[in-house]
């Protein structure tokens, strides 16, 4: 069972579009939602980050829009540039037994910007 | 600043064997994690540990994993009688703190094979 539902699968842009990535989750306990940025042969990277109480988080090009009674959130790429061209992962973190804070993540989203 | 380094980058053994991946966090992180990445998929928790001790290991698939941190720093994960749906990247990761907002920083992966 997937906690966390992304979409689309891959995504192509034109640069200086506008690239958005949509999350849905099901777990109410889920209390922060991060966004990483994954290149090939790196391991995922933090870009931005939203808590639950916060409908938007804005920093430089990128936007979280969160809604907490659908229980979606979506990640919003300004002026996207190919350099921005990844893979984007939405997460949900929950608290486990040990009392770290574990990201569940989607299936990702490959993004191509053309020049 | 160094970051999280992971060995070997490629590891590709035969169904059966025993492996061992190592990681060494960031000095100073005492949060330590290990995810598990298969083709096309986001990363799925496997186990972290707080100091020295394993603090949460239920995202281990079975009795053939296992993992330690003997003296609080480097990691091994351990994989005994290695099936073919073990190859995976395995993902190593460390915080400073275990908190909903304290970043895991992800180091580039090992990329298990096994034949």
């Known amino acids: 069972q997937q906690q966390v539902k992304q979409s689309p699968q891959s995504l192509i842009v034109q640069k200086g579009g506008i690239s958005i990535i949509n999350c849905a989750y099901e777990?109410?306990?889920?209390?922060?939602f991060p966004w990483y940025q994954q290149f090939p042969g790196k391991g995922p990277a933090l870009l931005i980050a939203?808590?639950?109480?916060?409908s938007e988080k804005k920093e430089g090009r990128f936007t979280i829009s969160f809604n907490k009674s659908a229980k979606q959130f979506s990640l919003h790429i300004m002026d996207s540039q190919p350099g921005d061209s990844a893979t984007y992962f939405c997460?949900?973190?929950?608290?486990?037994?040990?009392?770290?804070?574990?990201?569940?993540f989607g299936r990702g989203t490959s993004l191509i910007v053309h020049p | 600043g160094a970051g999280v380094s992971q060995t070997p980058s490629n590891k590709v053994t035969e169904k059966g064997k025993y492996v061992e991946l190592r990681c060494d966090p960031i000095?100073?992180?005492?949060?330590l994690y290990w995810y598990r990445q298969s083709l096309g998929q986001g990363p799925e928790f496997l186990i972290y540990?707080?100091?020295?001790?394993?603090?949460?290991d239920s995202g281990l698939p079975n009795d053939r994993f296992f993992a330690v941190r003997p003296e609080g720093s480097v990691s091994t994960l351990k994989i005994q009688r290695t099936e073919r749906g073990d190859s995976a990247v395995y993902l190593c990761?460390?915080?400073?703190?275990?908190?909903?907002?304290?970043?895991?920083?992800f180091g580039p992966g090992t990329r298990l094979t096994v034949l």
């Open positions: 990761a460390s915080s400073i703190g275990t908190g909903p907002s304290n970043e895991q920083f």
């Open positions: 777990n109410t306990a889920f209390d922060y």
């Open positions: 939203i808590r639950p109480d916060v």
């Open positions: 997460a949900a973190t929950n608290r486990v037994s040990g009392g770290s804070y574990i990201p569940t």
């Open positions: 000095s100073g992180h005492t949060a």
């Open positions: 540990f707080q100091g020295t001790g394993a603090a949460d």
